[in-house]
């Protein structure tokens, strides 16, 4: 069942990019046909409507439990924007200029097409070569670092990069053939039926076609994502993974581990961690089995983190903080080593990418989630009056922090919070469009 479910959410992670593909380019196409049927003083309006819930529809939830990043909507939204602003400039250059006042039939619908598409062609072009088309930080931070690096994960970059592409070309080309015949054969005086066939049929027809292609395409990987997860359904070799990083007084206890990673041979580690049947439940009463089995400890105190999926898409890893008492010296039997690491070091650590990509995220993720919550409320406001004041961060007080590290919402906070430069007009900017 688990590979039932885990199969699901990888299909549903691709196929959400067909439904963003859907809904925003269909809602270019319904921006082009409404400019044939309303005024056109009041089409900029309508453009900034449609780009305004786009926006809110497309806002990355909180908690998700399939990667689905978005990457057609953000690109359709800013061309929507510009669309509207350079509307909202021709027609008050119109308005002004009286030689070009003149011009204007007032029985011919404003043609979209002309603006939308070559604006949505250099959007894309930005889009593509500025921005790194890796899984994004939303999703990291939502997911995991480990969760999103697999195979997955590099089927839904190649797709996401593939559809920036189509969204491109088909952009172009539909502003080469509609800019091709208004510049040679389109006539101000009447409104054709050749007319409404270029800057009207032409986008639609454009639009239905590449949903038929898309449509065919996420159907051949979903068989390919349902052939792969039969021909690795061996449920029973599966295992989740319990993850203990080991805290005494405020250090950090690590160890040498190999790596996968071929240009390091080491890196930091904890030294606890456990496989267990993927058909075993993970409670935290049988985390503490564990840890006390492993270690030999009796004295300790056990702090949920977070969990997330393993590279296989299908097992989980769940992430805890095991608390020695630090007025009791170590057992006897204690096997686990001694090179305890404070702050500053791991800090150190981290920076030459010695630490592991999983203890880093422990590490980054309790650290700046305890920070934001200890300092910010919820909404990004100070907590404190004093201004860039940080309040202290103790490794030993892990145990007394009532926040749920699986609240992601304090990465947000963390980010964008009270003491970032004009916030408060950027939160209101943010709730009127419904990004709050």
């Keep these: 069942m688990s590979d039932i479910r885990s199969l699901s959410k990888r299909i ?9 593909w859907a809904v925003c380019v269909g809602a270019m196409a319904l921006t082009v046909s409404l400019s044939f049927f309303l005024p056109r003083m009041i089409i900029p309006g309508i453009v900034l409507i449609i780009a305004w819930q786009l926006s809110s529809y497309f806002c990355s939830p909180n908690h998700r439990d399939y990667l689905r990043c978005v990457r057609i909507a953000p690109i359709v939204t800013r061309s929507l924007f510009i669309t509207a602003f350079i509307m909202i400039i021709a027609l008050v250059y119109s308005r002004v200029v009286p030689a070009e006042a003149n011009k204007i039939n007032p029985e011919i619908p404003y043609i979209t097409s002309l603006i939308l598409y070559p604006v949505t062609t250099i959007v894309a072009a930005v889009f593509y070569s500025k921005y790194n088309l890796r899984p994004c930080r939303q999703c990291k931070l939502v997911l995991g ?18 559809q920036i592409i189509l969204l491109g070309w088909l952009s172009a080309a539909t502003s080469i053939i509609d800019w091709t015949y208004y510049l040679i054969y389109y006539s101000n005086s009447s409104f054709s039926s050749s007319d409404k066939y270029f800057f009207l049929a032409v986008p639609l027809i454009i639009y239905i076609l590449s949903l038929l292609y898309l449509r065919r395409q996420f159907n051949a990987l979903a068989d390919e994502l349902t052939t792969a997860a039969h021909l690795n359904s061996d449920v029973e070799q599966l295992s989740n993974t319990l993850r203990f990083i080991i805290i005494r007084e405020d250090s950090l206890l690590v160890t040498e581990r190999a790596q996968d990673n071929v240009s390091k041979n080491l890196c930091l580690d904890t030294p606890a961690i456990v496989k267990l049947p993927i058909t075993v439940p993970v409670t935290d009463e049988k985390a503490s089995e564990e840890f006390a089995r492993i270690s030999g400890v009796k004295d300790f105190t056990l702090r949920p983190l977070y969990s997330n999926k393993a590279l296989n898409g299908v097992s989980d890893v769940y992430h805890y903080a095991a608390i020695l008492d630090d007025t009791k010296s170590l057992p006897k039997s204690w096997h686990m080593g001694n090179n305890w690491m404070t702050i500053p070091q791991i800090d150190l650590t981290m920076k030459a990418r010695v630490m592991s990509g999983d203890m880093s995220e422990e590490i980054y993720l309790v650290y700046t989630i305890t920070m934001a919550w200890k300092t910010y409320d919820r909404r990004g406001f100070r907590l404190y009056p004093i201004k860039n004041y940080l309040p202290t961060f103790r490794l030993r007080d892990l145990k007394n922090w009532d926040v749920d590290y699986n609240d992601r919402h304090w990465l947000k906070v963390a980010r964008f919070n009270q003491d970032v430069r004009f916030f408060r007009l ?5 709730n009127l469009f419904g990004k709050s």
């Design 145 to 162: 670092v480990s969760a999103i690096n697999n195979i997955h994960s590099d089927l839904f970059v190649s797709n996401a990069r593939g």
């Design 426 to 430: 950027k939160r209101y900017i943010r």
């Design 12 to 20: 549903r992670g691709i196929g959400s990019m067909f439904s963003e």
